[in-house]
């Protein structure tokens, strides 16, 4: 008798050191991060937990008075009336065990909530042992003293598993569901308390139980329908037994979000993280976006990113990585893709000719056929149009976005100083400038869509650079200031006019009264890239193409007209047959090898292969529009 009641008190000894409501309520962790604009509004939503599916905490007021009714009369239907322990329910199923009649479980909701907030008393694969059994009793008389009747409800609803990995309400409704928890209706609040006693059951077994539930709640109701259709709760069991309509990640950004996490290190599961997106900037992007590429679907064009810094502080306003649905690889990040970017390249080849005093933006530079020669043969540059101007300004060639003028310029600036001019902008070219030759004019080297972006930042900041800013902001404060650690990037700072008002970029665009530029890194028979004014301050960046980079309609055979057309003039300046070949004149390190060699056409890359010349079409392009 004695050790029994020395056993009754060391399990009684645990149930006064049972956490407060509020405790409870604040430790709860959800398995989702939350990542949030600089607005506060919630962008993205990202599971991080990967053993459990928790969802917010949900407060009773919040959920459906349906499903209260429901669990109330499946678990413990004398909830409101006893003490935290049921002891008719106890005393009916001691006699029931005594004469080996099978009766209903005497757990109350207290009880099993005792269960779930101490693992001391948490069922085992053998079930309860008498002490945790007695443990379990105290303890919910002390939660019932301590809590009321509503919190006590809250909390267990909140913490109780259902099925396999869900647990808590609110994963239960939006995974099975597909909606929250005030949404559940009569039927589906019978399907979940019917989960609560047999979580892993058969859909089966679940609908015969759900029905039973549904069944006591319209019995006690007056005016409640007789009939119940079991039939359609059975439908309804299977279907929403299978569904997993709760998304691991959804939101308008979802490749921001990633890159949030990955800044910020370990993110705990129901943090929080606040960015310097903006969430109507953001949501704007995904829409253009979509626009522009069904627009152009009957052009083999599916997939874009679209990526919106501010001049000033280097902040991110806007991280469209795909464009979702419409693209076949939804998950690759276009704004870190490493693309070439085509193009774009021009205007900082103009700025250090500028700078350097080689040109102003009047000189003229001859638009004709070159023939450059290179170790590997000759250089043999080409217009898109295939068509030559003669003698245009500097203003004209970047404008019309000529070829040939700007490999002319390359080879005054020399590319060694125009790869080391790129670095110190930021792009992290892998290679060397000898690699990629004169067609670094042209953008044979690949970077991503964010450095360049950014290199644009220094066009618009009077030729300072600086660094991109997290997208986690610190403490929810803003990031750094209108130079935060910027330097001067490779001699552009020295392109501001005294006495005029900076514009950086002005001086550097066609027909300067237009606030609208349009530079297209790709040249696969069609305009790929779009750009369009965003706000004051802003430097937007749009890149539309493929990313599995598959052969838009017409290229191909372009490219071999173009190729034999090539292979033509080489053999008629004698050129050797490593030439005629037409290796890549430095490549991207996937064709090709260092050094230069012929290229008929700007945009394929021509390699070897077992004595025939093979076409690479250009898989993006990438547009970016500057102005301070």
Not at 146 to 170: S, T
Request: charged fraction near 20%.
């Amino acid at each position: 008798m004695l050790a029994a009641w020395g056993c009754g008190l060391l399990a009684a000894l645990p149930a006064w050191a049972l956490p407060t409501f509020e405790e409870v309520r604040q430790g709860h962790r959800s398995s989702e991060v939350r990542v949030l604009s600089r607005e506060g509004e919630l962008l993205q939503r990202v599971r991080q937990d990967a053993q459990v599916r928790r969802g917010a905490w949900v407060a009773l007021e919040d959920m459906s008075p349906a499903l209260r009714t429901a669990l109330v009369w499946s678990e413990d239907k004398r909830f409101y009336e006893h003490s935290g322990v049921d002891w008719a329910a106890v005393s009916a199923a001691a006699w029931g065990r005594l004469w080996h009649q099978r009766t209903r479980g005497a757990s109350t909701i207290t009880m099993q909530l005792a269960g779930l907030l101490d693992e001391d008393w948490r069922q085992g694969p053998g079930g309860r042992s008498v002490t945790q059994k007695l443990g379990q009793a105290v303890a919910a008389q002390v939660l019932d003293r301590r809590w009321r009747k509503d919190q006590i409800l809250e909390a267990y609803l909140n913490l109780v598993p259902f099925r396999g990995e869900i647990v808590g309400i609110d994963a239960l409704a939006r995974t099975l569901f597909g909606k929250a928890a005030h949404g559940l209706q009569e039927h589906e609040a019978a399907l979940a308390a019917a989960l609560v006693r047999a979580p892993n059951a058969r859909p089966a077994q679940v609908a015969q139980r759900a029905c039973g539930v549904l069944r006591l709640m319209r019995s006690a109701q007056a005016g409640a329908p007789a009939h119940t259709d079991c039939a359609a709760l059975a439908l309804l069991a299977d279907g929403a037994l299978q569904r997993r309509a709760w998304p691991a990640s959804e939101g308008v950004a979802p490749h921001a979000a990633r890159r949030a996490l990955a800044q910020a290190g370990a993110a705990q599961a129901g943090g929080v993280l606040r960015t310097t997106l903006s969430a109507p900037l953001q949501r704007r992007a995904v829409q253009v976006l979509e626009q522009q590429l069904r627009e152009l679907r009957g052009r083999h064009v599916e997939d874009g990113a679209v990526l919106v810094l501010d001049n000033a502080s280097g902040e991110v306003l806007a991280w469209v990585g795909s464009s979702g649905v419409l693209s076949a690889a939804a998950e690759v990040d276009g704004v870190l893709a490493l693309r070439q970017p085509g193009s774009t390249l021009k205007p900082f080849l103009y700025a250090q000719a500028l700078a350097e005093r080689r040109l102003t933006a009047a000189s003229l530079i001859e638009d004709s056929p070159a023939q450059i020669a290179t170790s590997g043969g000759l250089y043999i540059p080409q217009n898109y149009d295939r068509q030559f101007k003669g003698w245009v300004s500097v203003r004209t060639a970047l404008g019309a976005s000529l070829n040939v003028p700007a490999v002319r310029t390359l080879a005054m600036v020399s590319p060694d100083a125009f790869f080391r001019q790129l670095r110190s902008l930021g792009l992290p070219l892998a290679e060397s400038a000898g690699y990629f030759g004169y067609s670094l004019a042209l953008g044979s080297s690949e970077v991503a869509l964010l450095h360049l972006t950014n290199a644009y930042r220094a066009l618009a900041n009077g030729g300072r650079y600086g660094p991109v800013a997290p997208l986690v902001r610190p403490g929810g404060g803003s990031g750094g200031g209108a130079h935060a650690g910027a330097r001067c990037g490779g001699g552009l700072h020295r392109w501001r006019h005294p006495g005029r008002r900076q514009r950086p970029c002005a001086h550097l665009r066609h027909r300067q009264r237009a606030r609208h530029a349009r530079l297209d890194g790709g040249e696969d028979g069609y305009q790929q890239g779009h750009a369009r004014q965003l706000g004051p301050g802003l430097v937007a960046a749009l890149h539309r193409g493929r990313v599995g980079g598959q052969c838009q309609r017409r290229c191909h055979a372009r490219g071999q007209r173009h190729q034999r057309r090539g292979a033509r003039v080489g053999r008629a300046h004698g050129a050797p047959a490593r030439a005629r070949a037409q290796p890549r004149p430095g490549g991207t390190g996937r064709a090709g090898a260092p050094g230069g060699a012929l290229r008929p056409r700007t945009g394929r890359a021509h390699a070897p292969r077992s004595g025939a010349r093979r076409v690479v079409p250009r898989r993006h392009a990438a547009s970016v529009f500057c102005y301070g």
